[in-house]
């Protein structure tokens, strides 16, 4: 049985008709809920505009590559294999802001922490593989400085791909997966 109480809560009663503490912890709105509200508006004002600042990004890298593989058709050097390592470089950057503006309309429109991490590990990989494509041992010093770049792209690759694989199995629900177009 309930009783009021003048504050407004409600304690139940027991069976020994001792009372339960107040089934009601809700405060009432603050004085500062206003600027909350206002400060999240701005905030998901500013990570649209990011969004489209990204579009704007990726739209002017599509461009220069097309121009970048034309500029090497007339040249006759597209059959370089250091030309065309180029344009998989520059490819993969566009992917990279293609996963960055999916992370930040994710964050815009408020999706699952889950499908944000996702977001976030798939830019990664993206980044290594990109890394790992354009890698060149004679860029350093010694051949040990090489190998402690590659072994640590290969452990920081293998982190992602564990941390991937336990999310799907262990974080989040069905429907979180990648944004499809």
């Known amino acids: 049985m309930a009783e009021d109480h003048p504050d407004g809560d409600a304690e139940t009663a ?7 503490e107040p ?18 508006r701005v905030m998901q004002l500013v990570e649209l505009v990011a969004g489209f600042v990204l579009v704007v990004l990726f739209a002017i890298g599509v461009f220069d590559l097309g121009l970048q593989i034309v500029n ?4 006759g ?3 370089d294999p250091l ?3 180029g ?6 950057l566009l992917f990279i802001i293609v996963e960055v503006y ?6 815009a429109r408020s999706d699952e922490t889950a499908r944000i991490l996702r977001l976030v590990i798939f830019t990664g990989v993206i980044a290594l593989v990109r890394k790992a494509i354009v890698f060149r041992t004679g860029e350093f010093a010694t051949k ?3 190998l402690m770049v590659a072994a640590s792209y290969a452990l920081l690759t293998l982190t992602l791909g564990v941390l991937l694989f336990v999310s799907y199995q262990f974080v989040g629900g069905e429907g979180d997966e990648p944004a499809q177009y």
Do not use: H, K, Q
């Not at 344009?87 to 993969?92: E, G, N, V």
């Open 83 to 85: 030309v065309v390592i």
């Open 102 to 107: 999916n992370t930040v309309i994710a964050y």
């Open 23 to 40: 089934t009601s912890t809700a405060l009432p709105g603050t004085r500062i809920d206003p600027f909350v509200d206002f400060s999240e």
């Open 144 to 146: 040990t400085d090489a």
């Open 87 to 92: 344009f998989i470089d520059t490819a993969l």
């Open 72 to 75: 090497e058709i007339r040249s």
């Open 77 to 79: 050097d597209i059959s």
């Open 14 to 20: 027991t069976a020994s008709g001792e009372a339960d």
